[in-house]
Structures are given as C-alpha cells and as structure tokens.
T-cell receptor, first 111, second 113 residues
Framework: DAKTTQPPSMDCAEGRAANLPCNHS???????VYWYRQIHSQGPQYIIH???NNETNEMASLIITEDRKSSTLILPHATLRDTAVYYC????????????FGAGTRLFVKA | GAGVSQSPSNKVTEKGKDVELRCDPI?????LYWYRQSLGQGLEFLIYFQGNSAPDKSGLPSDRFSAERTGGSVSTLTIQRTQQEDSAVYLC???????????FGSGTRLTVV
C-alpha cells in the first residue's frame, strides 16, 4: 500500500472548519483513501473513504485532487470533541487487506 | 452486540506469564485485524484474518506471539512468556468484504510487571 504524509499537528478554533491535508503521491489506481480518527484512550473510528470523487457524510467531507496525489479531510464546524489524532491511509481492496497506520495529525480544537 | 468486543479491558500480568486476549468481531464480518499501540505511539499492525486463515502474519513481533480465529468469528491473541516491552494497548478491528472501513474495539490494556 502507498504511504501517506501528514502534518504532525494542527490547531483549529471551535466552530470553524478544520482542513486536514494528506499527501499520497505514490497512490496507485486501485487504492482508496481512508480517514480514521482516534480520540484519547479509545480505539480508532472510521470517518470516510473515497477513490477519486469527493465524498461527504454526516461526519466530514473528503476532497481528493484530480491527480489523486493528495486529499483533504474537512470537518465543517469543529467542536472540542473533535480533538483527536486523524489518520489518512491508502488501501487497496484487492489482494491483502493489511492497513498500515502512520503517525497521523494531532488536531487540537480550541475554545 | 453491535460493536467489536474485546476482553479483558485491562490485564496486569507478571513477566514470564502467558496471556490470552480475546476479540469478538461484529457478526458477519469476515476480516479481523490485530494491532498494538504503545503509549504515545501509533498503531502497529500485528496480523489479519480472512475467515479463519491468516494470510499475513508478518507483523507478529516474535514467536512468542500467536493468534487464531475459530468459526470465522472469535479470535484469540496469545502472548507467551510476556516481557515488559509487550506492555501496550492491543486493538482488534473487523470489517466486511469490499470497501467498508474497519470497526475497532476499545482495546485491551496489557501491563507486564
């Protein structure tokens, strides 16, 4: 699976949009982009995934660039409870299903 | 239940003892994964199962670690002759076929003293 690069940490004001970037320049055609988050002392939580089209669900939006080499997770109105480590992963849905989690981005939402 | 269940939630064991960690995946999920997370660190992949078979055991850190899955459901991760460096949170996740994301359990916090 391709590797991803994320900033180690980011700050966001409560009520504002949080835009978390991810670089995956070596992504291949059959790899999807997945986002998870891990709130302190809990297991990771699935947020959203996509292949090449932008996706939106009740938690977030995922914007993937046309060349698919990078993506942005958007939390439209961040709350204090969104403070967590956010992991961006690329994963192929053919063959093996091993998913490697990197260090992620630690998002601090401040009042 | 609706989620992935792990037991025990906490385990304190003496160095050299064997421990068994249990994972009950979501019913119908064919894939099951074990990760561990040391304090302040990221997730380290250990092993995954597709049904009862484990096509990828590359993440197991040593031959003291083993895992099995029976009936395509419950999985047990066994650590023999525990060492202090085995202290970590052991996380289990499951997923259905295809594109679905993983659902993680709350983990087992293992402390080797």
């Amino acid at each position: 699976d391709a590797k991803t690069t994320q900033p180690p940490s980011m700050d966001c004001a409560e009520g504002r949009a949080a835009n978390l970037p991810c670089n995956h320049s070596t992504i291949s055609g059959n790899e999807y982009v997945y986002w998870y988050r891990q709130i302190h002392s809990q297991g990771p939580q699935y947020i959203i995934h996509g292949l090449k089209n932008n996706e939106t669900n009740e938690m977030a939006s995922l914007i993937i660039t046309e060349d698919r080499k990078s993506s942005t997770l958007i939390l439209p109105h961040a709350t204090l409870r969104d403070t967590a480590v956010y992991y961006c992963i690329v994963r192929s849905n053919t063959g093996g299903f091993k998913t490697i989690f990197g260090a992620g981005t630690r998002l601090f939402v401040k009042a | 239940g609706a989620g992935v269940s792990q037991s025990p939630s906490n385990k304190v064991t003496e160095k050299g003892k064997d421990v068994e960690l249990r994972c009950d995946p979501i019913s119908g999920h064919t894939a099951l994964y074990w990760y561990r997370q040391s304090l302040g660190q990221g997730l380290e992949f250990l092993i995954y199962f597709q049904g009862n078979s484990a096509p990828d055991k590359s993440g197991l850190p040593s031959d003291r670690f083993s895992a099995e899955r029976t009936g395509g459901s419950v999985s047990t991760l066994t650590i023999q002759r525990t060492q202090q460096e085995d202290s970590a949170v052991y996380l289990c996740a499951s997923s259905s076929q295809g594109l679905s994301g993983y659902t993680f359990g709350s983990g087992t916090r293992l402390t080797v003293v």
